[in-house]
């Protein structure tokens, strides 16, 4: 079966990076792009960007960039979101999420990152 | 940026009750849009995929209708488990954009 488990919980500080991996079993790697998405406390999803396993191409948020990156382990078909020069409006619950013709048919289980002094 | 406008925000309704759930696109996006279930402290959940495609295991109380600008989330006989938050999100252009969400809470 599909399963995508994310990495745990960060508390980091204003400034500071963060990686949130995301290990994925159950299917061919490098069929499906892969999304992040992430979700404010008690607010909406906000997506983040994109990644293509099979190619390594990427494509990201415009209020993020510079910020952001999506690398991958093909070999433990792993992808990973790395955020830099984190502020408090970057913490959220972080969700990595396949894509499949354009919907998200699965979603890893979260990863809560709070940034705070 | 294309953006997806949801109401109502929240809505109080009594089981075997039909909900009806609007999503309005600034702009069309075809049959791009894409539907969500988000129970609290759980990870989205698809409902109804391409407007109105159903998807395998979801309730077929579930139902999604609609193109262009205008889509409907229907649930046809309200269960108490469907107490939850409903998104819809296109997959049109980027970047990709989610409405702000519609919370169903149970009588």
């Known amino acids: 079966q599909v399963q995508l488990v994310q990495s745990g919980a960060e508390v980091k500080k204003p400034g500071a990076s963060v990686k949130v991996s995301c290990k994925t079993s159950?299917?061919?790697?490098?069929?499906?792009?892969m999304h992040w998405v992430r979700q404010s406390p008690g607010q909406g999803l906000e997506w983040m960007g994109w990644?293509?396993?099979?190619?390594?191409?990427?494509g990201y948020a415009q209020k993020l960039q510079g910020r952001v990156a999506m690398p991958m382990d093909t070999s433990i078909s792993t992808v990973y979101m790395e955020l830099s020069r984190l502020t408090s409006d970057d913490t959220a619950v972080y969700f990595c999420v396949r894509e499949y013709r354009g919907s998200y048919d699965f979603w890893g289980q979260g990863t809560r990152v709070t940034v705070s002094s | 940026e294309i953006v997806l406008t949801q109401s109502p925000d929240f809505q109080s309704v009594t089981p075997k009750e039909k909900v009806t759930i609007t999503c309005r696109a600034s702009q069309s996006i075809g049959s791009d849009l894409h539907w969500y279930q988000q129970k609290p402290g759980q990870s989205p959940k698809l409902l109804i995929k391409?407007?109105?495609q159903s998807i395998s295991g979801v309730p077929s109380r579930f139902r999604g209708s609609g193109s262009g600008t205008d889509f409907t989330l229907t649930i046809m006989s309200l269960e108490a488990e469907d107490a939850a938050a409903y998104y819809c999100?296109?997959?049109?252009?980027?970047?990709?954009?989610f409405g702000q969400g519609t919370n169903l809470e149970i009588k």
């Open positions: 391409s407007a109105s």
């Open positions: 999100h296109q997959s049109s252009s980027l970047p990709e954009t």
């Open positions: 159950g299917y061919t790697f490098t069929d499906y792009f």
């Open positions: 990644m293509n396993p099979q190619s390594g191409g990427t």
